[in-house]
């Protein structure tokens, strides 16, 4: 990889306290799965301590913010995304009093912080469930929850045959008082996370809570988990296509997701975020996490006055071709993004087996494919990425070039998806082991030394791609990162939100943004011609007169200036 002509630092962000609105619009924001990050007290778990220890990293690689994965109370079936405290922090992360200087230390770098609710399910350690599954089958406290009488002579069927997400039924059958088998409750994901009834005021109180209460602690947004779910059809009514497959989980049941009235949310939600952008005058981004395939669907979700943007995944599941690449770039730009509402792209999550396997045709439980390919089109994809219009959102990790762990054995994997499955789908530990940092001691740095072994092991191979080798080598991804997001941040046609399509050689994408500026990928198998202009830029240290396969650059056009003045 070559990072030519971009090593000067980042100008220094402006104060948070006076930063203008709208601070996502061409930022870069960067995931933080904490458990993964950074240990700092040896439990082998990654922490608040450990992320707030490496937030000058985070401001050296120069991105705007960090989104946190969820850190509250929870017994962690689903790695805290089965909350059982929205207001606390899991003792296994720190305190509140370590959220609370963790958003201080973020501040003062010039980063925002972004923080993950789950407004769709709890956890079943959550006090309100709690009480739910003690009390009469007729009592107020299970109405807060989905919980109904089941089908068959006994009830000792499901109540409908929704399935959930991570395989098998969506319901799961509770013991009444007295022991007997008695009635169910609904989970779309995991049994240990009842979903909440939307309908009634209560949760709809609860969360305007939760959401002034980190607020007031100071954050700059909240990531919005499942923001397609949350209401359900009204009687629950059967899915005409969920019969059978036990194993590939709800392909999109319409009765369960996407309903009308999760709007009403979204626009009560944006109301409280705006009353606190007026008051402070710091403006608060709601990001939705909305798993729909439909471009114009998806785009519901940021009307005026909704969510300011979702993730858009397409752009994630998109193959390494030019014509489909090119077509989701379209649809993102023209039917998802909205009137202030700029794209929110994304190729890594912790969700996704990472895009250096993806392109690599590799797959967990299937091989790690052809790592080298993987590595060049993944650095490729990153300037592709971080030269489109809106808000670019990284995966940690993936400024390394982390490929995914497609081999972790059976007995370490901990995700509810590969046991639900009973093996046949491995799940997303594999891209959730924890980060490299150095070659000291035994977990790269993760954790001090003599420290419990991290929650999931590290491969040897990790010893090649830690942060502190990468920082030496000239030509690491990470150096590739990093200058190109100091470029983004210096170049001022890529403030442009204009996206103009260069007619190119088959398998070849090619745009412009604003004045001047030109994005080359190439897709194909063979070197294609450079574009006019001065090289800024470039995935591989071969391009000159001409971009190689599975590779990227960045041009300026002749007079233009790669500087901005602040
Ligand atoms: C979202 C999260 C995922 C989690 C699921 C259930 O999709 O990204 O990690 O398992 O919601 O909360």
Known sequence: ??????????????????????????????????????????????????????????????????????????????????VSDYTGVHSDYGTLADAGDLVGDAHRLG????????????????????????????????????????????????????????GGSAWERVAERGGAPGQWFLHSFAPEQPDFNWRHPEVVAHFDRVLRFWFDLGV??????????????????????????????DPVNPHAWNQREVHDVWRRWRAIADGYARRTGRARLLVGEVGLLDAEQLATYQRPGELHQSFYFDFLRAPWEAPALREVIDKGTRTVAGPGAPVAWVLNNHDM?????????????HGAGDVALGLRRAAAAALLLLALPGTAYLYQGEELGLPEV????????SDPVFHRTGGARRGRDGCRVPLP?????????????????????QPDWFARYTVERQLDLGDSM?????????????????????LRWISAEPGVLCFTRGDGFVCMVNCSSQPVRAPMGSLLIASDPETGEKVPADGAAWFLLPGRSAARTF
């Open 1 to 82: 990889m070559l990072a030519p002509s971009a090593q000067s630092p980042r100008p220094s962000s402006p104060p948070i306290e006076s930063a203008g609105d709208d601070w996502w619009h061409n930022a870069v924001i960067y995931q933080v799965y904490l458990r993964s990050f950074q240990d700092s007290d040896g439990d082998g778990i990654g922490d608040l301590q450990g992320l707030r220890e490496r937030l000058p990293y985070l401001r050296g690689l120069g991105v705007d913010g960090i989104w946190l994965a969820p850190f509250y109370p929870s017994p962690q079936h689903d790695h805290g995304y089965d």
């Open 111 to 166: 980063l925002r912080v972004v923080v993950d609710i789950v407004p769709n399910h709890c956890s079943v350690e959550h006090p309100w469930f709690a009480a739910a599954v003690a009390a009469e089958p007729a009592g107020p406290e299970r109405q807060r929850f989905h919980f109904a009488d089941g089908r068959g002579e006994d009830g000792e069927l499901p109540p409908n045959n929704w399935r959930s997400i991570f």
């Open 220 to 249: 700059d947004g909240l990531r919005i988990d499942v923001a397609h779910g949350l209401h359900k059809r009204d009687r629950l009514p059967d899915h005409d296509l969920a019969v059978g497959d036990e194993l590939t989980g």
């Open 353 to 365: 087996p990472r895009s250096v396997t993806r392109y690599a045709g590799g797959a967990p439980g």
């Open 406 to 413: 497609t081999d972790l054995p059976d007995e370490a994997l």
């Open 437 to 457: 940092w150095s070659a000291v001691g035994d977990s790269f740095g993760f954790s001090p030394d003599g420290a419990t072994p991290p929650w999931l092991p």
């Open 478 to 498: 990470l150096q590739l990162y990093r200058a190109a997001i100091a470029l983004r941040h210096r170049i001022p046609a890529m403030s442009s939100q204009r």
